[in-house]
C-alpha cells in the first residue's frame, strides 16, 4: 500500500508564479517608508547623530516614488509574475543596503531589516529567483561590512562597535537569510501542498457523494415505477389472452408486457448500485467492505474478504457514508496496483473496536517513507517488479492515501500502517488465502459505539416521492 495511482498534482516546491499581489509588497513598502523616516527622523532630532539627511530621504524617496508608480500603471488586486516579483525584491534589497551604505553599514542595528526581502523571496518566489536574492543579500551585506559611511554624534564622535562585534553581526545576517530562507521555504511548500491535498480530498469527497445521491434517485424511481410497471404487465398479459383469436392486436399486447419487462430490469440494473431508501443508509460491515471493494476486483489481484474468528450472523451494522467507502476504496486500490496477484480484507470486532485490516502480497513500504505514509506528495514504492502489460507502474504522488486518510479519520478512525506483514505478529511471508502475506498492510480502526451510533442516526422514516 501507497501512494494512489488517481493522485497525480504539481509538486509543492513548483509552480510558485503569481503567488504574490502587487498591493502586499506595495503595502509592505509603505510601512518600510514609514519606519525609515521615524528612524532618520529619531537619529536626527533625539539622539543627536549627524547623517546626510538629503541623500537618504532620495532614497526613501525612491521608495515612494516606486509604489506611486505601481499604483498608477496596475490595478491593486494584481498578481506578479515570478519576473515582477523579483525585480520588486531585488529593488528593496538594493534601496535598503543604501540607506544602510549612507547611515553606518552593520554598525547600524536596523541593518537585520535587510533578511526581509529574502524572506519574502524563498515563500513566494521559484527555487532559482530565491538564490538570486538571498546570494544578492549576502554579496550586499559582505560590502557594507568593508564599506559604509561612519556614524557621527554632533560633536563629531564616531560611533563604532567592536571587530569581533561586527564580524558577528555580519556573521549572523548571513546566517539568518540562509536559514530563513530554508526555513520559510520549507513551511510554505508544506502549507501549498496541504492546500492542494485539501482540494483533491474535498473533491473525491464531493464525486462520490453526487455518485451515492445520483444511485439512490435511481433506485428510488426503480421503487416508485415498480407498482405501475407491474400494473402494465397484467393488464397486457391479461389483453393477450383475451386476443387470441385476433393476432395482430395479441401482438402488440405481449410487446407492451416485454417493453414493460424491459423497463424492470433497466431501472433494477441502474439501481443495483445505491437506493435512496432510509434503511440503506446503513448497511452490515461485510456489505460495506464489498460495495467499497467492488470496483477493483477485475484489475488483476484476488480479494480476498473475511472475518476470521467471528460470527458473520452478529456482525455490526454501519452507516454507509461516502468517506468510509471512498477511504477504504483507495486503500483496496493501493493494495491491489502493488500486489503481485492477492490482496486480503480481513474484518473483526469486539464490544469496543471495530477493525479491518488490508494486507498485500507486494513488496511492500521502503523503510525511509513508512513514517511519512499519509502525507500529500510523497514519492515511494515503484512497482519495477510488476511484469509489464499487468498493472501500470508509477511513482504515486501520496494524495491517494492522503484523501483516504483524511476521510477515514473524519468518521472516528485510527490507520495504522505496516511495511511488511511481518509486524503484524504472523512473521513474514505468513500465510493467508491464495498466497503469502509478505507485503504492505493497513490497519483501519473504529471505536465501535461511534460508527455504530452514526448508522443508527441513518435511520429514520422513509418519506415518499412526491407525484
Known sequence: MTQSAEATGPDPGTGRANWVRLRTLVLLRWMAVA????????????????????PCLLLVGLSVLANLISGFLFARNRRLTEGQALAALMFDSLQLAALLYLTGGLNNPFALLILAPATIAATALEGRATILVCGMTVVLVTG?????????????????????????????????????ALYARKVSGELHSMSEALLATQMALAREQKLTDLSGVVAAAAHELGTPLATIKLASSELAEELAAMPDLRADAVLIRDQADRCRDILRAMGRRGNDDLHMHSAPLMAVIEEAAEPH????????????????????????????????????????????????????????????RITDDGPGIPPSIIDRIGDPFVHGRHRSDT????????????????????LLERT???????????????????EGAGGQRSGASVLVRW???????????AHGRNQPIPT
Open 412 to 430: 472516528g478512525a485510527e490507520l495504522v500502517f505496516s511495511a511488511q506483514a511481518e509486524s503484524q505478529g504472523g512473521g513474514r511471508g505468513s
Open 447 to 457: 471505536p465501535r459505539a461511534r460508527i455504530e451510533a452514526a448508522a443508527r442516526q
Open 35 to 54: 519606519g525609515q523616516l521615524t528612524a532618520i527622523a529619531a537619529a536626527v532630532w533625539y539622539f543627536d547623530i549627524d547623517i546626510r539627511i538629503v
Open 387 to 406: 511484469p509489464s502489460g499487468q498493472r501500470p507502474q508509477y511513482e504515486g504522488m501520496g494524495l491517494g492515501l492522503f484523501i483516504a486518510k483524511t
Open 144 to 180: 557594507l561590512a568593508w564599506v559604509d559611511t561612519p556614524l557621527q554624534h554632533g560633536d563629531g564622535s564616531e560611533i563604532l562597535v567592536s571587530d569581533e562585534f561586527g564580524f558577528g553581526f555580519w556573521l549572523a545576517i548571513v546566517i539568518g537569510v540562509i536559514f530563513l
Open 297 to 356: 476486483r477485475d484489475r488483476g489481484a484476488a480479494l480476498h474478504l473475511d472475518a476470521p474468528g467471528c460470527d458473520l450472523q452478529a456482525q455490526p451494522e454501519v452507516a454507509r457514508r461516502p468517506e468510509i467507502i471512498h477511504g477504504l476504496r483507495n486503500l483496496i486500490q493501493n493494495a491491489v496496483d502493488f500486489s503481485r496477484g492477492n490482496v486480503w480484507v480481513d474484518l473483526s470486532w469486539t464490544d469496543r473496536v471495530l477493525s479491518v
